[in-house]
């Protein structure tokens, strides 16, 4: 009664599914890797063509309009300290990472939400796979991303936007669906097509919840391209990856800090907006 | 009456079965079995069964029913909101269950406007937005849609709060706002789902009271859902009970009250102001004697004496009703030795129609003696209504 399971090779099976998959399309990857460092260097350029303290003045009037003085106060400070300790460009890499992958995740999970909240069989194919992107751990990204595209930012991309995408997808469903049959049934009684159905009624109705979708995403993108300074994503996160090498624990504290301002500005930021949506 | 009037809406045969194997369900239905038996049997839900009748042309039709009686299914199938499973429903000349997607967008957007129990306002639009969705939806310009929408709150009172946003005003007003958005689209049929139960009593009644007198204005075919017996006598042209799906009666307020289907609709009618619903038509007894214009002031008092009469009514050759006569002014003219009651004839008398209710006649009882003429449309005597006979109907109705 005693013989061997042979053990399944599924790695090899999927390093070579990776292997396929970069050599046969490796003018697609390289041509996003194109684009996409482009933006890159468009975005990072623009903020760092600003001096320091007109982009500070900007965050911390942005502040104030959204939210309010207290926040206004709590971004002069914690924007000041930043440039102070010398990490202003990193943070403007990190600035840039955070917002490029966002868009790309908005983009993407949008229509992917979209469809999960229309369709049932959609949505039993596609919550399993969230579950997965959101639960395997978030360094396992980073290595598929490096024979995609390479050694860098868009690598750091490629992975924060599988990383960070789930929520919106998720919260975008949530957000149509929560919507009340009354209202739907009212769209449909004066004879709505389905896109003015979602246009003029369910999208309306679902943005506070789509916003606070769009809140995660962003901070699982802030936290992700901090991670992903080891596959050689500029910004903060290699701060602090230089000051683990070289094991300096007040470099690393510093740079630390100023992902946790990030952070808490960026959070508060949209957060301020989806409460203005809501009571207005 | 009803073969006279013109059939906007025939529904025949409507069933509908929630579940996955309909066809079984409807099997066991043929078979006789009833919706619970069904429901052991298969897990299906019979929802409607064989529900059979027409929608006049500009009538407000009451479909009654307590909860799950498959009331709000029904109305639901009519603008397949719900799908039906089975028969037909046919809108001048269209057969609603069988128009594919397309067709039915059209059908709806032409033929339907549905006024919800929660209301249902769009809460990120303006009062004027929401008026306007439904035209707005069909791509009319916006200057035509700015002024249908606005018409429509006129006509249900909102102007003035075109520009707020329907958490802002109070439950009775939300409403009205439902029905301005469902008046603006100018459909032929008007769908109400329970479109006031979600109001308090007394807003409720003013409700009720304005929609009769718009749909008297308008005259647009309503088919109104309710479960309070109350507000379906009080507003309905017409009832249609539904009972587990299946239709228990259909018929006018007072046909139901009066010659209520089965012991179903006889429990469900106990308690029932009925001198709401009861009209003088069915207290009205025949005309004991009347004068004519003709007759002498002698003639007359012979005629009052005759059948104990303190007054009479006069009427002329076509039965005509002129006025009415008192026992001591024909009198005193018989002494003066006049010919004619023509100077005696008194036209301030108490005179309805015969489909008002009987609580409206109370009231006129305690103005004069005399009975309460009931005149057709052309002022024909049709008969008299005294005190003692409005009593007695009240009583005996309760009894039905």
Known sequence: ?280 | MTNAQQAKIQVRNLSKVFGSDTKKALQLRDQGLNRSQILEQTGQTLGLSNIDFDVHEGELLVIMGLSGSGKSTLIRCLNRLIEPTEGDIIIDGENIPQLSEKALLQCRRKHFSMVFQNFALFPHRTVRMNAEYGLEIRGIPKEERAKKAADALKQVGLEGWEDSYPNQLSGGMQQRVGLARALANDSSVLLMDEAFSALDPLIRRDMQQELIELQHRMQKTTIFITHDLDEALNIGDRIILLRDGEEVQIGTPEEILTSPADDYVARFTQGVDRSRVVTARRAMRPVRATARIEDGPRTVLRKMVESSLDSIYVIDRERKLLGVVDAEKADEAAKAGADSIRELIDDDYPCVGPDESLSRLYSMFTKRHCPIAVVDEEQRLLGVVVKGAVLEQLATAGEA
């Open chain 1, 1 to 280: 009664m005693n013989f061997e399971i042979p053990r399944i090779p599924l790695g090899s099976w999927i390093e070579s599914g990776l292997n396929f998959l970069t050599t046969e399309f490796s003018g697609v990857t390289r041509a996003i890797s194109r684009t996409t460092q482009a933006g890159i260097n468009l975005l990072n350029d623009g903020l760092m063509w600003l001096p320091e303290w007109a982009l500070l003045g900007l965050i911390v009037l942005l502040c104030w309009r959204l939210s309010g003085r207290r926040l206004a106060i709590g971004a002069a400070l914690g924007l000041a300290l930043i440039w102070n300790l010398g990490l202003w460009n990193p943070m403007i890499q990190t600035l840039t990472l955070v917002v490029i992958a966002t868009l790309v995740a908005v983009v993407i999970a949008l229509p992917l939400g979209i469809l999960a909240a229309v369709s049932d069989r959609f949505y039993r194919v596609i919550m399993p796979v969230l579950d997965f992107m959101q639960t395997m751990p978030a360094f396992v990204y980073l290595i598929p991303a490096i024979p995609f595209f390479g050694i860098g930012s868009v690598s750091g991309i490629f992975a924060t936007v599988i990383f960070a995408m789930p929520p919106a997808i998720r919260f975008t469903t949530l957000g149509i669906r929560q919507v009340p049959t009354e209202l739907v049934e009212a769209a449909d009684a004066f004879g709505s097509t389905r896109t003015q159905k979602l246009v003029k009624v369910q999208l309306p109705l679902s943005l506070p919840t789509l916003m606070g979708g769009i809140n995660q995403t962003i901070m699982l993108s802030l936290s992700m391209v901090v991670i992903a300074a080891m596959i050689g994503a500029n910004g903060l996160g290699s701060e602090v990856w230089r000051a683990i090498q070289r094991l300096r624990p007040g470099d690393g504290f510093e740079a630390g800090l100023a992902v946790v301002i990030m952070a808490m500005l960026l959070d508060r930021l949209t957060q301020s907006f989806r409460g203005r949506k809501r009571a207005k």
